[in-house]
């Protein structure tokens, strides 16, 4: 089936500081990715959708120049959370859908725990 | 209002028994329902489908009534391995469009 890694599994870091995610579709190639945040007992939130080599679409709420996403190719999309502050700690989570044959089904990566110091 | 409503449990059962969890989502343009299972600290992952004509898979049992807007997922026999947060998920039109998720259903399996 299509798999879906994410990097790296979990992260800490120092409040100001900027984290990179990256999602990768190993073995399809990726059209359209999803980033969604999970916040403990909560549901997982859609935060932004992307299409390779096009802006992403983010959610009402969601400030896009905190959260930069780039898909500059059909197997990788990252996230960047810029000047991370303690509230960012979440667990953030990707999904991608691919071409023919992946097109109707998004397959989740396992995952990234941030948490900000 | 929630996009989509779960009853958040937890549900505590013993092995074997039958547990049913409701879900009720709010767009009536929605096209694809679907109930994911997800374990502690990690992702979703797809349990099945959910379509108008109910649908079964093995153990698991989903029904959906576009009528009332409402969807349900029943277990049988319950394993222990069930134990999880089952995540009532619906769909818009279009390979594109988001996934929308309850908060999920916590069902705790016990000897």
């Known amino acids: 089936g299509a798999v879906v890694s994410q990097h790296p599994s979990w992260v800490i870091c120092k409040s100001g500081t900027s984290v990179k995610i990256e999602c990768r579709s190993l073995?399809?190639?990726?059209?359209?990715m999803f980033w969604y945040r999970q916040f403990p007992k909560q549901s997982l939130m859609l935060m932004a959708t992307?299409?390779?080599?096009?802006?992403?679409?983010?959610e009402q709420g969601v400030e896009k120049d905190k959260f930069l996403i780039n898909h500059a190719s059909l197997t990788l999309s990252t996230l960047t959370v810029t000047s991370a502050h303690p509230e960012d700690s979440s667990f953030y989570i990707c999904?991608?859908?691919?071409?023919?044959?992946?097109?109707?089904?998004?397959?989740f990566g396992p995952g990234t725990r941030l948490t900000v110091l | 209002r929630k996009e989509v409503e779960q009853d958040p449990g937890p549900f505590n059962v013993p092995e074997g028994a039958t547990v049913a969890f409701n879900c009720t989502y709010s767009?009536?343009?929605?096209?694809?329902f679907f109930w994911y299972r997800q374990d502690c600290r990690k992702e979703p992952k797809l349990l099945m489908s959910?379509?108008?004509s109910g649908n079964e898979d093995g153990r698991f049992t989903a029904q959906l009534n576009r009528a009332s807007q409402y969807i349900s997922l029943l277990i049988r026999d319950s394993k222990l391995s069930d134990s999880a947060t089952y995540l009532c998920?619906?769909?818009?039109?279009?390979?594109?469009?988001?996934?929308?998720f309850g908060t999920g259903t916590r069902l705790q399996v016990t000897l």
């Open positions: 767009n009536s343009a929605s096209q694809s």
């Open positions: 073995d399809f190639q990726a059209t359209t």
């Open positions: 999904s991608a859908t691919g071409t023919s044959g992946t097109t109707d089904t998004q397959y």
């Open positions: 998920v619906v769909k818009g039109a279009g390979t594109a469009s988001k996934l929308t």
């Open positions: 992307s299409n390779e080599g096009s802006k992403a679409t983010y």
């Open positions: 959910v379509y108008s």
